[in-house]
């Protein structure tokens, strides 16, 4: 475009140089020989004109000499002929002399006759023989010119009589007669030639000159012609000019793109698209140069990346397209001030492109485009992409999952999740205060991550986890404060979102009746585990513990068996609790109890271990929770052990402890027998949470264990009635 | 997700302004969340706008009396409503300035505006969890409320 405009320029600028030039040569080619032809013009005239004033001379010269003889012989005045024969001399002598003197006598401006004769050869060759005859002539005549005096004596004796001068006078006078009589025709007929010749002369360089002006004229006319075609073209070009500007100012001014021109010094070209402004929310940027343009802009090292870029665009050794690969201003995030005290956020593209003249980089265009609707969109994408794919995950999760056992687990965890966030709330100022919120949260997140571990909510339950990890790293600082609880409200939040999103898409999925047939899907899948042998549990929280058997014993590759009994009966005040206690005992019994299959059939007994779990009311309103499995038993030596090695006694305290005191260590916090923790045990603070839950809702506990045989957890709960009487005294 | 740094940056412009402005440090209570409803707010707020890499907002709130003890801490003996307001200004300027320093351009942080109200509620400008942070200041409570997604 831009291009174009100065070839545009260029042709206008040639068009009228071309045109002086041939005025130029027309003026050489024809003023000059008009000027030399009107010149040998005016000599032939001057010589023709002086040759026809002296044409009659010689004839007048014969005249007078016959007269001069004639009265010299009848003694007639001779001084009237002889003057005339004087004057037609001096006529003809100034002919002549005139038609040969030197032409360098003469301006160049002056009408030269002697020009006019040399000027032609024939002339020439006619002169000379005129110049002869008339010397001969003036010869004969000599004598007679000269005469001075009387030629008459008058004396009374004779008379008048001529004198001796004038005898000789008449002597001369005969003999000039007789040599001018042969002689004047032949200088009249060589005069008459001379001026015929110039009169042919006079008559070609006319015909030349008129020749000449035709051609003036025809050459005036052409050039007149040019001359209009020029105006014409100008004219044309002027409007075509004016178009194409007009064209590139409504490109400029529509285009949605911010061009530019960069030169060398990297500084903004006069001229730019009306957007740029609208872009960089800035009318001062002609003549700026890039780095002012960005600076406000970008980050200083962005800037600096973006000049670095440019000067390579200019060497001129690299390859365009490989240098726009690496582009640092692709996409660039600018914030702009939107005047309200706010801020707006644009993502704008630049793209440089070599602008070449002649083959020679010129410029850098550089165009500038507005990309945050693309930029937000496609982060919109890859949000959505990413919600999708997660909740794809978390379907896949829930699947599995009966629909009852999920409703209430994220009933219960909610509730759970609530409460944590209550105890979080609860004014605290002291250290005691902040440790006891963690020891209560730590009891709801631990049943969180039991229940999720025993519905197989593998996110939720990595989620649970990694709070109790952050709670037991506060749990080991030696002071606190509100702002180290920061992170545990950060993954509350986080847990709180993720269930939220497990609820939508259970919701989602009740209504295409699709969790309902779950369970069924997922007891044919697991047709080979030992759990699926057992009649189908038909309440939740035997639901929960079988697929809590069935995960942890496939991780631990471990055989067992749920049998579960009275669960289902279970009052709903205490279906949380014996849930919770329940599912703690049972992961207990898997990780530390049943022994694997192997070590099972070489102590004699069968494969699959089996775990029971029985809920039964008892006189007096009263419930008992039987759990018991037919494991290993617990191990007095290795309770010892972890006990001593978890800092809980000190060995001299372990080696005095009784077998029932011993087993009463399982209940303290942070006892575990698992020397690493993993999402199953070893944290030590299961059966922590076990003893805390027994003892919120006033029950009792009892530990009988067989070593190799088994371990039975008995826990007796009162009345309903007597619990509530107990939290509300 | 919000992250923990991002709201530490918050808490630490609002430390920093009692620490060197009331030259008196103020003790970060337990933080927790609002699940239900709009957060509470005390009768002057300061609210910043933010948006970029996270949308929403960040509030101080405190109440009448604690500005007052504040404004008179620092020698200013004009207690009026201009001067609560500025000064509630101030301290969301802080937390805003440090919170610029910290993200960079990433985040784009509004001037503070300033609201005062009695018992009033925030509506947070976006669905996210609110997240409060009690500041105790002497016998006093303010409150940081983030509310980011």
Redesign the interface.
Same mark, same amino acid.
């Given at each position: 475009m831009i291009k174009n405009v100065s070839t545009a320029w260029t042709r206008a600028q040639r068009g009228p140089v071309a045109f002086g030039v041939l005025v130029l040569l027309f003026a050489l080619a024809v003023l000059l020989p008009g000027f030399r032809l009107a010149g040998r013009l005016d000599d032939t005239a001057a010589a023709l004109r002086l040759v026809s004033e002296q044409r009659r001379q010689p004839d007048i010269v014969f005249g007078a000499l016959a007269s001069v003889r004639d009265r010299l012989e009848s003694f007639g005045y001779v001084e009237e002929p002889l003057g005339e024969l004087r004057a037609g001399v001096k006529e003809l002598d100034g002919l002549v002399g005139k038609l040969t003197a030197d032409p360098a006598a003469f301006g160049t401006f002056d009408a030269s006759p002697v020009r006019a004769v040399q000027s032609s050869a024939l002339l020439k060759v006619e002169m000379e023989t005129l110049s002869k005859s008339w010397a001969t002539y003036k010869e004969a005549l000599a004598p007679i010119i000269e005469f001075t005096g009387v030629p008459y004596a008058d004396s009374e004796s004779s008379g008048v009589q001529l004198n001796p001068a004038g005898r000789k006078l008449t002597v001369e006078a005969r003999k000039a007669l007789v040599a001018t009589r042969k002689e004047t025709p032949v200088l009249v007929a060589a005069t008459a030639r001379v001026a015929a010749t110039l009169e042919a002369d006079s008559a070609r360089l006319s015909t030349y000159l008129r020749f000449l002006m035709l051609a003036a004229l025809t050459g005036a006319i052409a050039l007149g012609v040019g001359l209009v075609y020029i105006a014409v073209a100008r004219r044309r070009e002027g409007a075509l000019l004016v178009n194409a500007q007009r064209q590139t100012a409504d490109i400029l001014g529509t285009v949605k793109e911010g061009l530019f021109l960069l030169d060398e010094k990297a500084r903004i070209g006069a001229t730019h698209s009306a957007s740029l402004e609208r872009l960089f929310k800035r009318s001062d940027l002609a003549g700026i140069s890039f780095e002012e343009l960005l600076k406000p802009l970008v980050?200083e090292k962005t800037l600096q990346t973006a000049q670095r870029f440019v000067e390579v665009l200019w060497s001129e050794r690299t390859r365009e397209n490989l240098v726009k690969s690496i582009n640092p201003l692709q996409e660039v995030?600018v914030?702009f001030d939107s005047g309200s005290?706010?801020?707006?956020?644009r993502w704008l593209e630049f793209d440089f492109h070599r602008v070449k003249n002649d083959s020679k980089l010129v410029n850098l265009l550089v165009s500038v485009s507005d990309v945050t609707p693309r930029v937000r969109l496609a982060r919109e994408l890859a949000e959505s992409r990413e919600k999708a794919q997660s909740q794809v995950d978390t379907l896949l999760g829930v699947l599995h999952v009966n629909a009852a056992q999920l409703r209430s687990f994220l009933s219960d965890s909610d509730a759970a999740m609530?409460m944590v966030? &209550?105890m979080?709330?609860?004014? &605290?100022?002291e250290e005691s205060a %902040?440790r006891r919120?963690l020891d209560s949260i730590f009891r709801q997140i631990h049943s969180i991550k039991g229940e999720a571990a025993a519905l197989g909510l593998g996110t939720v339950e990595g989620r649970a986890h990694e709070f109790e990890d952050a709670l037991k790293e506060l749990r080991e600082r030696s002071a606190l404060?509100?702002?180290d %609880? =920061?992170?545990l *409200?950060?993954k509350?939040?986080?847990l %709180?979102?993720h269930l939220a999103s497990i609820s939508d898409l259970v919701s989602r999925l009740a209504q295409l009746n699709f969790v309902a047939t779950a369970p069924e899907a997922a007891a044919v899948g697991g047709a080979e585990a030992p759990a699926a042998v057992a009649p189908k549990p038909n309440d939740p929280i035997s639901e929960t513990l079988d697929q809590l058997v069935e995960r942890v014993a496939k991780d631990r590759g471990k055989s067992a068996r749920l049998a579960a009994d009275g669960l289902g009966t279970v009052p709903a005040d205490y279906r949380r609790a014996v849930k919770d206690i329940a599912v703690q005992a049972v992961r207990n019994a898997l990780v530390h109890g049943i022994e694997d299959p192997e070590f099972r059939k070489r102590s004699g007994k069968q494969a699959v271990g089996t775990i029971k779990v029985e809920f039964r009311a008892e006189g007096a309103g009263g419930y008992r929770l039987i759990i018991e499995d037919d494991g290993a038993g617990l191990n007095s030596r290795r309770i010892r052990e972890a006990a001593i090695a978890r800092g809980i006694v000190t060995s001299e305290e372990a080696a005095r402890l009784e077998p029932k005191q011993l087993l009463s260590l399982l209940f303290r916090p942070g006892f575990s027998t698992q020397d690493v923790a993993d999402e199953d045990a070893g944290r030590g603070v299961g059966m922590n949470v076990v003893a805390e839950l027994v003892k919120e809702m006033r029950g009792r506990i009892g530990i009988s264990s067989g070593e190799g045989r088994y371990t039975r957890f008995t826990i007796v709960l009162p009345a309903i009635a007597t619990v509530a009487a107990g939290a509300a005294a | 997700? =919000?992250?923990?740094g991002e709201?530490?940056t918050f808490?630490q412009g609002a430390v920093h302004y009692f620490e060197v402005s009331a030259r008196q440090p103020v &003790?970060? +209570?337990?933080?927790?969340?609002i699940?239900d409803g709009p957060p509470s707010v005390h009768e002057y707020t300061g609210v910043i +706008?933010i948006?970029?890499k996270r949308k929403g907002a960040v509030c101080f709130t405190a109440p009448r009396s604690m500005l007052m003890v504040l404004l008179m801490r620092m020698n200013e003996t004009d207690t009026s409503e201009d001067n609560m307001k500025d000064l509630i200004g101030e301290v969301a300027n802080t937390i805003s300035g440090n919170a610029r320093r910290d993200f960079?351009?990433d985040f *784009?942080?509004? *001037?503070p505006?300033v609201v005062a109200s009695d018992n009033g509620k925030f509506t947070p400008p976006v669905g996210a969890?609110p %997240?409060?942070?009690?500041l105790?200041w002497r016998s006093h409570s303010a409150k940081l409320i983030v509310c980011l997604e």
């Open positions: 980050p995030e914030s005290g706010s801020q707006e956020t609530k966030n &209550a979080l709330r609860e004014p &605290a100022r %902040f919120k404060s509100g702002g %609880f =920061l992170p *409200v950060v509350l939040d986080d %709180f979102t | 997700m =919000l992250n923990e709201i530490r808490i &003790a970060v +209570g337990s933080p927790y969340l699940t +706008g948006s970029g960079g351009r *784009v942080i509004s *001037v505006t969890r %997240f409060i942070i009690p105790n």
